[in-house]
């Protein structure tokens, strides 16, 4: 069955603008987690979605927001970008939500440079 | 809050066995994850631990102590394709359901 799908793989912006990244879980997959990975930091939670609500949220500015649709495909949205903000945006989907057990299957990321 | 270490870097050679160790302070354990990731590449899921333990799975096994606030990594006959950066994850009732990743040890493998 098909993997964790996320799209674009590659991305370049210019500081101030906005970006919507786009993820799609595994078939049957309910919980979507978006993770930022960068040298310095590692992975840091962004947020997670289950069934269309925002179950949990990290550490990071409200510039960073998502979305879950009714398909359980997920966005996020990163507004007024800045330099600090270019990383490898990562989405794992899970058949339920992590707190209640379960494995998390990574898709292939999205490399965001700002410029 | 949380705190995941995890060593930097470590070097093995082919055929043999490596331990990569993993301690972890969290209020409110609820499970510990192991993610390998090659270079460009997502993660991608290795071993999970809730319970004390050894856990294998073929040439891998990840164990977990509980009260220590530790895990290893075994790795065993290494192939040149193991060397990769391994995470060492945690999740914590406090973070909810999010997981509370180490920085990685970064594996290299050589002949």
């Known amino acids: 069955k098909a993997g964790v799908t996320q799209t674009p793989r590659y991305l370049i912006k210019t500081r101030g603008q906005q970006v919507t990244l786009s993820c799609s879980p595994i078939?049957?997959?309910?919980?979507v987690s978006w993770y930022q990975q960068t040298p310095g930091q590692g992975l840091q939670f962004l947020f997670e979605y289950f069934s269309e609500t925002q179950r949990n949220k990290g550490n990071f500015p409200g510039r960073f927001s998502g979305r879950q649709f009714s398909n359980s495909r997920s966005e996020m949205n990163v507004s007024t970008l800045e330099l600090g903000d270019s990383a490898l945006y990562l989405c794992?989907?899970?058949?339920?939500?992590?707190?209640?057990?379960?494995?998390?299957?990574f898709g292939q990321g999205t490399r965001l440079t700002v410029v | 809050g949380q705190n995941i270490d995890q060593p930097t870097e470590m070097t093995a050679t082919e055929g043999a066995i490596v331990q990569i160790n993993c301690t972890y302070q969290t209020s409110g354990f609820n499970g510990l994850f192991w993610y390998q990731q090659h270079a460009g590449e997502a993660p991608t899921f290795l071993s999970y631990?809730?319970?004390?333990g050894l856990e294998e799975k073929g040439r891998f096994s990840s164990f977990l102590s509980r009260s220590k606030g530790y895990s290893y990594l075994l790795l065993k006959e290494l192939q040149m394709k193991d060397s990769a950066s391994y995470l060492c994850?945690?999740?914590?009732?406090?973070?909810?359901?999010?997981?509370?990743f180490g920085k990685g040890t970064t594996l290299s493998v050589s002949s």
């Open positions: 631990n809730v319970l004390d």
């Open positions: 994850a945690v999740r914590d009732h406090q973070a909810g359901t999010a997981l509370i």
């Open positions: 794992a989907s899970s058949r339920e939500s992590l707190g209640t057990g379960g494995e998390a299957f």
């Open positions: 078939s049957g997959h309910r919980s």
